[in-house]
């Protein structure tokens, strides 16, 4: 101690590492600072209220209690700051792997799914490019199958077909479209069946060649289950037309089938019974112009032979594909009758004068 001592009052240096040290000291212990730094605070003001109002002085001045009272408040604060700082970045350094790790599995995670997308793409260009192409074929193969008993549903066929029996092509009971392809050595005049797309089949008529793919499908024909043709694509090769130039081209054939039967008629009879058959007022009407000659037969002979007429007409307009013809019949210019061309166009209604 006494080493101590004299070191204290005789050496600057040793007062200085103290001073350091308590610093140091008090860096750390801030709140025992800041405690006494207060309990100081509160001696300083007890000490200068003492002085002034009694004119005692306690043991230390009030101007030295509160220099060091401020001092240490001045230090704790300080060693607060600094204490807090180191903790955080402690915290921050500690944490630091933790959010790594989470990034790792998000990345891991996330590098999983892209590893199983890619896979799955792997897998279905694996299944596009094993899928199966379709079976080439011709027309008359696939009724030989179908009248073998060979066809099955699921089936895909390729083949170039020509198209025909154009003015049969309808909407069945099935609800499908149905047009024929020529198979001619199997069925030359029926042709086979498909099932099409009304829209496609527009641009079709007979002659038409087209690129067919088609499927195989159970088709529900009066109870029973048939495989039949379902067109899947289609692609013409030749021959297609517009809907608009096939109305033209039927409309044609109708009038020039109704001239020629016309020729035919006064070829059988000998004589011109039928002047000319005329395009009526909008297709499907034809006026009928019947010679003078009839004009002296009595209207039975006329009612019998117009109806005789009249029958032949509509049949020749149903080869056509026309089911409501209608004809009317005149005389010099005047109008005897017209066919029932809704209810029954094979039969004639006349005007009354013939009734």
């Not at 094993?130 to 008359?140: Q, R, S, W």
């Not at 692609?235 to 039967?261: C, H, P, R, V």
Request: some cysteine; hydrophobic content about 35%.
């Amino acid at each position: 101690m006494e080493k101590l001592k004299n070191l204290w009052e005789n050496t600057k240096w040793f007062k200085i590492i103290v001073f350091i040290i308590c610093i140091s000291l008090l860096f750390k212990l801030w709140p025992i600072a800041l405690i006494s730094g207060v309990i100081i605070f509160g001696y300083a003001l007890y000490s200068f209220v003492k002085s002034k109002k009694r004119g005692q002085y306690t043991k230390f001045k009030p101007k030295t209690s509160f220099i060091v009272a401020i001092s240490l408040i001045v230090i704790s604060i300080i060693g607060s700051a600094v204490t807090s700082n180191t903790t955080n970045t402690d915290s921050k350094s500690e944490a630091t792997p933790k959010v790594t790790k989470t990034s790792q599995s998000i990345t891991s995670a996330s590098s999983k799914k892209e590893k199983q997308a890619s896979q799955e793409k792997d897998t279905t260009k694996q299944e596009t490019s094993v899928a199966p192409k379709p079976i080439e074929t011709t027309p008359d193969k696939l009724v030989e199958k179908t009248n073998n008993g060979t066809l099955k549903s699921g089936e895909e066929y390729h083949f170039v077909g020509e198209m025909m029996r154009s003015d049969n092509w309808s909407t069945g009971s099935t609800g499908n479209y149905t047009v024929y392809v020529k198979a001619p050595e199997q069925s030359s005049i029926a042709g086979m069946m498909l099932y099409a797309d009304e829209h496609d089949a527009e641009s079709w008529t007979d002659g038409t060649k087209v690129d067919f793919v088609v499927n195989i499908k159970n088709v529900d024909l009066g109870g029973d289950k048939v495989p039949t043709p379902v067109v899947k694509t289609s692609k013409i090769l030749s021959g297609g037309t517009t809907k608009e130039q096939k109305d033209s081209i039927k409309e044609n054939d109708f009038y020039e089938a109704m001239s020629s039967a016309a020729q035919t008629v006064n070829e059988n009879l000998g004589n011109t019974a039928i002047d000319s058959i005329d395009k009526g007022s909008i297709y499907p009407v034809a006026d009928v112009q019947l010679n003078i000659i009839f004009a002296s037969y009595s209207n039975m002979e006329i009612k019998s032979l117009v109806q005789t007429l009249n029958e032949n007409l509509a049949k020749i307009a149903y080869s056509k594909g026309e089911n409501n013809p209608q004809f009317n019949y005149y005389i010099s210019g005047v109008k005897i009758g017209e066919n029932r061309s809704i209810m029954d166009p094979s039969e004639v209604k006349f005007n009354s004068n013939l009734k």
